[in-house]
């Protein structure tokens, strides 16, 4: 039993060393590749904990540059305030930018100055940069813009892919739609949109609101075709 326990026991010291061996030739061969791919990791925890940190101080300056102007336009400081929105607009922090530029076309279009208005808006929805929802609430704001000067078809163009069902921004651009048609005299057009909010049941209390007076104006809410419409122009 004696001679077993001192052979096991040889076995295992000169397993353990063969080991070592092992790993010291391991370490010589591949030593300066584990400490390089280890200061790797390192690094780019680093510079990933360094990117977050300047993002939220982006977001924080950003955050603070526009109550800032919102505060100098409620206060009367309208130049201040729109020099600081432009400056804003035009920041590298992109969801700062974006609420600039809402605000200051929002501002520009109040002031009746439309045309700038629409180059902040097709700008703001040609930034591929920014998320679907945010470029199509700029097409939408556009469009309201333009809704009692340009052909239906122009309007029609702008909300491309909107005016469907399921879409989240059917109920804008439908009304859109529906004001361009009676504008155009296009009775039965406008009749079978507004019909169409009204029986969707996510179109908005506001919406709907406006929706009842333009079917009162178009002659009731009929839903059949022609009954109390008004004749379409030659």
Do not use: C
Not at 76 to 95: D, N, P, Q
């Amino acid at each position: 039993m004696a001679a077993n326990t001192d052979d096991d026991g040889l076995l295992r010291e000169v397993d353990e060393e063969l080991r070592r061996e092992r790993m010291e030739q391991l370490w010589k061969r591949y030593g300066n590749l584990f400490i390089a791919f280890s200061l790797g990791i390192v690094i780019a925890v680093g510079g990933y904990k360094a990117w977050q940190y300047y993002q939220q101080k982006q977001a924080e300056a950003a955050g603070a540059e526009y109550i800032t102007a919102l505060d100098e336009l409620t206060a009367g400081k309208e130049e201040a305030a729109i020099a600081r929105l432009e400056k804003l607009a035009a920041g590298s922090h992109a969801g700062g930018a974006y609420v600039a530029s809402m605000r200051l076309a929002g501002w520009l279009a109040h002031k009746g100055r439309k045309d700038k208005a629409i180059a902040i808006y097709r700008r703001v929805a040609a930034d591929t940069s920014l998320e679907l929802p945010m470029r199509t609430a700029a097409r939408v704001r556009h469009a309201w813009l333009i809704v009692d000067t340009a052909p239906r078809e122009e309007l029609a163009k702008l909300l491309g892919g909107l005016d469907v069902p399921g879409n989240p921004w059917r109920s804008g651009a439908r009304e859109i739609l529906a004001l361009a048609a009676m504008r155009e005299g296009k009775h039965e057009d406008a009749r079978k949109l507004l019909l169409q909010l009204m029986s969707d049941p996510e179109t908005p209390a506001e919406t709907r609101s406006r929706v009842a007076v333009l079917l009162d104006v178009l002659g009731g809410g009929e839903a059949q075709s022609g009954q109390n419409a008004p004749k379409e122009r030659p």
